[in-house]
């Protein structure tokens, strides 16, 4: 599979603050990433770094499998870092038109960008007259002018209201469905759950997890589960393989579970033993729960 | 080159500032020539000002370029917004992420600077050319272009002027304050030549001498020196007051040259410097 950023033990301090601590990773093509972190874990720094904006302190990384320089890499990078930034008195055109200067592309691109992200009526205001989910699908727009190989979104929806933020993720769901590598900031989990197929989870400038949005955590979820005699039903479980930690609810048992399994084989099994459930509910774990769990370890 | 000029036109034609300081500055410069036109009355007799002889060749390539030099904090006032509006606005940033590197930044300023300066320096010299065949009565080419290092110093001086703002500007990453600072550096100069012609009248040193070349600001307002002294009037004046014949070098010196040169140069390497080390 092709690779299209490779970032090999990437640090960058701040003075005596340690931004980003030796991070390793791959960004593969046609996947969507989601990085994850809690504010100052060091997502835009290290964004900032690879679209060589910040320095880094140590570490190296690497654009295309090294076939083009870093700098000519951005050519082919789509990217947008905290709040859109463009010249306030020009409109949308004018800003977009200097964009294309800079990454050399034609003009013609413009028209069919903004129309991606609806804002051809207001084409011609200028930037400052734009409400900030205007401003925010602009510089969407903007970063797509190139049709980038990589699109990267630091934080889209921050400061949006609940209609901006569904714009915004339905437009990011149209351009990944057209195989565009997408990496997106965020600290809304709900919205990486939806979009990405991939998580990198950071805290304090380390990477604690990077893989598959469904395998972030090995356990598999919990059962909810309870019987008219419950004592059996505890110690029914207990001698089971997949069985995890069991804890005694109002309503019920809520089993961890170390493995996938059927819920109709519990069933079958628990009657076989006796028991009769009256209640038998899976429950998966949410990103949410699974990204506080990992970042409140250690 | 061509990119980078276009970019960077690109930012000046959509700032209104910009536009409007050089306007007021293209104004000022056309409105000189009818200066000329105007005449007085003094007891009786109309006499306009051509009649005192300054527009006449080649006096007029000296006095228009001098004159014309103030004019130049209005064009400093839009480099010095052109740099600092991207750090206000943030979109240095944004320009870097697009893909224009810390270098080709600075060169699309210093080229910007490069071609409007030779915009100006064209437009001063085609002025000053009209300026004299309205009014001076010399019509011979070879007399007519006799002092034209004047345009060209004209042109040095504000290409290292320019420069400096550039640097001040990225410097201080505020309009206000990149000027304040170019004021400041000003006021320091002068204070510095008061300390040395201090030192060198006690000690009997010729630091002024040096330093007068050797400053920023200095040598490059000394590019151009104050032609007012030249007109016969004025100088008939100054030698009855001092009693004695006055002399001065009138000349572009080559050494006012070579340091503005180096200034423009360093005032550009420093820019790209500091964008370099810095994190915006």
């Known amino acids: ?298 | 080159m061509k990119r980078l000029l276009d970019i960077e036109f690109h930012k000046f034609r959509n700032s209104k500032s910009s536009k409007v300081l050089t306007i007021i500055y293209l104004v000022i410069v056309v409105a000189l020539m009818f200066v000329g036109l105007y005449e007085l009355e003094i007891k009786g007799t109309k006499a306009s000002l051509s009649d005192l002889g300054i527009f006449d060749f080649p006096f007029i390539w000296h006095l228009s370029t001098y004159l014309i030099s103030f004019l130049k904090f209005l064009i400093a006032i839009v480099i010095v917004s052109l740099v600092a509006n991207e750090y206000s606005n943030r979109t240095l940033k944004q320009n870097l992420i697009d893909g224009l590197s810390k270098k080709e930044l600075i060169l699309s300023k210093f080229y910007f600077i490069l071609i409007f300066t030779t915009i100006l320096t064209a437009l001063v010299f085609l002025v000053c050319l009209l300026l004299g065949l309205i009014y001076s009565s010399i019509t011979e080419p070879n007399l007519i272009f006799i002092n034209i290092e004047f345009i060209a110093a004209f042109f040095i001086s504000h290409i290292a002027f320019f420069a400096m703002c550039l640097f001040a500007g990225v410097l201080v990453k505020r309009s206000a304050f990149a000027l304040g600072i170019i004021g400041v550096w000003g006021i320091f100069e002068l204070v510095i030549f008061g300390i040395s012609s201090y030192l060198d009248l006690k000690f009997g040193w010729s630091v002024w001498d040096l330093l007068r070349d050797v400053l920023p600001l200095n040598s490059i307002s000394n590019l151009v020196v104050e032609p007012f002294s030249k007109v016969s009037m004025v100088k008939t004046g100054i030698e009855t007051l001092s009693q004695s014949e006055f002399e001065k070098d009138y000349g572009v010196r080559w050494i006012n040259v070579i340091v503005c040169s180096v200034w423009t140069t360093l005032f550009t390497y420093w820019s790209y410097i500091l964008l370099k080390r810095r994190d915006p």
């Open chain 1, 1 to 298: 599979m092709e690779t299209i950023l490779e970032i090999n033990q990437l640090h960058k301090n701040y003075g005596t603050l340690t931004a980003v601590d030796h991070i390793t990773l791959n960004i593969q093509k046609g996947h969507v990433y989601g990085i994850l972190g809690p504010n100052g874990s060091g997502k835009s720094t290290t964004l900032g770094i690879v679209l060589n904006v910040v320095n880094p302190t140590s570490g190296s990384y690497k654009w295309f499998e090294g076939t083009t320089s870093n700098h000519d890499a951005l050519k082919r990078i789509g990217a947008i870092i905290e709040h859109p930034n463009f010249y306030p008195s020009m409109s949308a055109i004018q800003n977009l038109e200097l964009v294309c200067k800079i990454k050399n592309v034609d003009k013609i691109k413009i028209q069919e960008k903004l129309a991606i992200v609806d804002l051809l009526e207001r084409k011609h205001s200028p930037f400052k007259t734009y409400s900030l989910g205007m401003k925010q699908r602009l510089a969407i727009a903007s970063a797509l002018l190139n049709d980038p190989e990589i699109l990267i979104l630091d934080e889209p929806t921050n400061g949006l209201d609940p209609q901006g933020i569904r714009q915004i993720r339905d437009i990011i769901q149209k351009i990944a469905a057209n195989g565009t590598t997408i990496l997106l900031a965020s600290h809304l989990l709900d919205e990486v759950e939806k979009v990405c197929s991939h998580v990198l989870v950071l805290r304090k400038g380390k990477m604690l997890y990077s893989g598959p949005v469904d395998e972030m955590n090995r356990n598999h979820g919990s059962i909810f589960i309870d019987a008219t005699d419950r004592g059996a039903l505890h110690s029914f479980l207990k001698e089971k393989t997949y069985v995890g930690k069991i804890s005694t609810r109002e309503d019920g048992l809520e089993v961890m579970l170390y493995e996938g399994v059927d819920m109709a084989q519990i069933n079958k099994e628990a009657f076989e033993n006796g028991i009769v459930l009256s209640k038998l509910l899976h429950k998966k774990q949410s990103l949410e729960d699974q990204f506080i769990e990992l970042t409140s370890q250690n």
